[in-house]
């Protein structure tokens, strides 16, 4: 099974929307709504953003939404801020108990 | 507060083994599943393994399958991850993390990570 594909990097200015899109194949990401996002700080524990495709753990601002279309997953940011500058990690299950992460993408705020 | 503790990091040579410990606090460790996900350097994310909240079951990646052994002890609130026959590409930081309440297959919890370095 191969990672997950992700953009490795995108970027935004404040007050922008970005999104980040994580595509995998018929078998993960397509035969199962079981996509997740972190969020990760070099050094720092990654933070859990999004679960199951589209939802919101408590205390995870609302301007982080999940969505899925076919084999492709999606990590909205709307109203972009500086602190949002950090690598984003998209996760799907892909049957046989098994777990494929994507490559990572690196969120630069302009 | 709530929160995971790895630990048992360091450098080993090819060939060799190395256990690492995660200690958890704060939550009621038995009552959920646990994973170890690592990220070696300049990659990204690659799961590693999982367990029950009991135990019983453990579910392995094909990178580690047969190498590595998760194991937990509920009664020390610590997971364990039995890592033997160590090769180069084993080099990265090893992380807990712990699942969703309702679900195995996200995790809402992790630690800061250990490294685990093989090198001769």
């Known amino acids: 099974q191969s990672a997950l594909t992700q953009p490795a990097s995108v970027s935004g200015s404040p007050g922008q929307s970005i999104t980040i899109s994580c595509t995998g194949t018929s078998s993960d990401v397509g035969d199962f709504d079981l996509v997740s996002w972190y969020q990760h700080y070099p050094g720092k524990a990654p933070k859990l953003m999004i679960y199951?495709?589209?939802k919101r753990p408590s205390g995870v601002s609302n301007r982080f939404s999940g969505s899925k279309s076919g084999n492709t997953a999606s990590l909205t940011i709307s109203g972009l801020q500086a602190e949002d500058e950090a690598d984003y990690y998209c996760c799907s299950y892909a049957g046989r108990t098994t777990l494929l992460f994507g490559g990572g993408t690196k969120l630069t705020v302009l | 507060q709530v929160q995971l503790v790895e630990s048992g990091g360091g450098v080993v040579q090819p060939g060799r083994s190395l256990r690492l410990s995660c200690a958890a606090s704060?939550?009621?460790?038995?009552?959920?599943?646990m994973h170890w996900v690592r990220q070696a350097p300049g990659k990204g994310l690659e799961w590693v393994a999982v367990?029950?909240?009991?135990?019983?079951?453990?579910y392995y990646g094909d990178s580690v399958k047969g190498r590595f052994t998760i194991s937990r002890d509920n009664s020390k609130n610590t997971l364990y991850l039995q890592m033997n026959s160590l090769r180069d590409e084993d080099t990265a930081v090893y992380y807990c993390a712990r699942s969703g309440s309702y679900s195995w297959w996200y995790f809402d919890l992790w630690g800061r990570g250990t490294l685990v370095t093989v090198s001769s």
């Open positions: 704060r939550f009621t460790f038995s009552g959920y599943g």
């Open positions: 367990t029950s909240n009991d135990g019983s079951e453990k």
């Open positions: 199951e495709v589209t």
